[in-house]
Nanobody, 115 residues
């Protein structure tokens, strides 16, 4: 059974940093594209960043220059380094991992940016 588990959320002041981790497990085969989405308090879901197993990355315009995605293929783990956090980054962050074109989702981790 495929499982996707996030960690690393929390409360941080504006301008601070957090690092999210996400590990996918339960498959003998490598996962494809992995990424981070977020659901804002206004209930909008948006793609934050994604990375293919070849290392190609995408970012939402709102996080370019502040967030960095990376992955360790051997561990089926993806990381999201978030710097210079802003109150508008407050959201539940969900990890997503593709296996044979099927997305698998984690339960989400809360990130709150507030003074």
């Amino acid at each position: 059974q495929v499982r996707v588990m996030e960690s690393g959320g929390g409360l941080v002041q504006p301008g601070g940093s957090l690092r999210l981790s996400c590990r996918a497990s339960g498959s003998r085969f490598s996962f494809g594209t992995m990424g981070w989405y977020r659901r804002t308090p206004g209930d909008q879901r948006e793609l934050v960043s994604s990375i293919t197993n070849g290392g190609t990355t995408t970012y939402a315009d709102s996080v370019k220059g502040r967030f960095t995605i990376s992955r360790d293929n051997a561990k089926n783990t993806v990381y999201l380094q978030m710097n210079n956090l802003k109150p508008e980054d407050t959201a539940i962050y969900y990890c997503n991992a593709y296996l044979y074109s099927q997305p698998h989702w984690g339960q989400g981790t809360q990130v709150t940016v507030s003074s």
